[in-house]
């Protein structure tokens, strides 16, 4: 069982900068792949950057590309997503999750732990 706990979430204006953190319960954090996901309500719950176990590989959704970074502290069993020039849409609940496996995942089904979720909220 792998816990995650989510911190970093608030209110920016837009334009406005937030990095997002994900603590792992685990020491075996190393072996796990990891992603941020999105979820606004409504709608489907979105990848928005994945990253695999050693963080040599990383996927972003198109519409984060290029403002938001995704990165991993194996030492530390922690994930981060520092997040720039924040948009009204990038508003919604943000959640890290955690999937067994080598590769970079970019659907949900993969992930076998999550987190509780935080909130962003980009104000225009």
């Known amino acids: 069982q792998v816990k995650l706990v989510e911190s970093g979430g608030g209110l920016v204006q837009a334009g406005g900068s937030l990095r997002l953190s994900c603590a792992a319960s685990?020491?075996?954090?190393?072996?796990?792949?990891m992603g941020w996901f999105r979820q606004a309500p409504g709608k489907e719950r979105e990848c928005v950057a994945a990253i695999n176990w050693s963080g040599d590989t990383t996927y972003y959704a198109d519409s984060v590309k290029g403002r938001f970074t995704i990165s991993r502290d194996n030492a530390k069993n922690t994930l981060y997503l520092q997040m720039n020039s924040l948009k009204p849409e990038d508003t919604s609940v943000y959640y890290c999750a955690a999937a067994s496996g080598s590769f970079v995942y970019t659907h949900v089904e993969p992930y076998d732990y999550w987190g509780q979720g935080t909130q962003v909220t980009v104000s225009s």
């Open positions: 685990r020491r075996t954090f190393r072996s796990y792949a």
